[in-house]
């Protein structure tokens, strides 16, 4: 897929330009790779659902120290940011970089490599469930704190 991406943009670039293939194709699908994301989400969670139910107790074993380790980074690279006067454009989306797991990647290579009942698999739906609310609150606590920051970064 790597391959066949970059051959495309490739060729697409050739033939089109840079600018159209950035101003006017990849728009187009964003609605697409937003709803492809939520399905195959889905997918997955349908998929594990009676594993996720039935291990109750590895959920919350699994679940508590991603939710530990998300706030702290988070909180750690913000406030070291703040620190070092760095801007919130630079800061906010720093924060959240530096305290995602990329759950979404570890779903496939565990599914791939393990299977879709294994104990791996479990682990890493069980941090996209945890991730994506904790993030998303992450998001909002940067958002609210946004005038702890300088106005714009220097040119």
């Known amino acids: ?3 066949i991406g970059w051959g495309l943009r490739t060729w697409l670039v050739r033939q089109q330009g840079q600018r ?3 101003d006017v194709l990849l728009p187009r699908f964003a609605p697409v790779t937003i709803a492809a994301l939520l399905l ?3 997918f997955i969670f349908a998929f594990q659902a009676q594993n996720i ?3 109750t107790v590895h959920v919350v074993l699994i679940a508590v120290p991603i939710l530990l380790q998300v706030y702290v980074n988070a909180a750690l ?3 070291l940011m703040h620190r070092f006067r760095v801007p919130y454009a630079i800061a ?3 924060a959240l970089i530096g305290a995602s797991n990329f759950f979404e990647l570890a779903v496939a290579t565990a599914i ?3 299977g879709a009942e294994s104990g791996a698999a479990l682990a890493t739906v069980v941090g996209v469930l945890v991730e994506v609310p904790v993030m998303l609150s992450v998001c909002g606590i940067c958002n609210r704190t946004r005038h702890w920051f300088t ?5």
Not at 151 to 155: D, G, N, P, V, W
Request: charged share 15%; net charge neutral; hydrophobic share 60%.
């Open 92 to 94: 906010a989306p720093g």
């Open 151 to 155: 106005r714009e970064a220097a040119a």
């Open 1 to 3: 897929p790597l391959a």
């Open 53 to 55: 139910m039935g291990k």
């Open 20 to 22: 159209w293939l950035e």
């Open 40 to 42: 195959t989400l889905v």
């Open 77 to 79: 690279a913000y406030g």
């Open 112 to 114: 791939a490599l393990f």
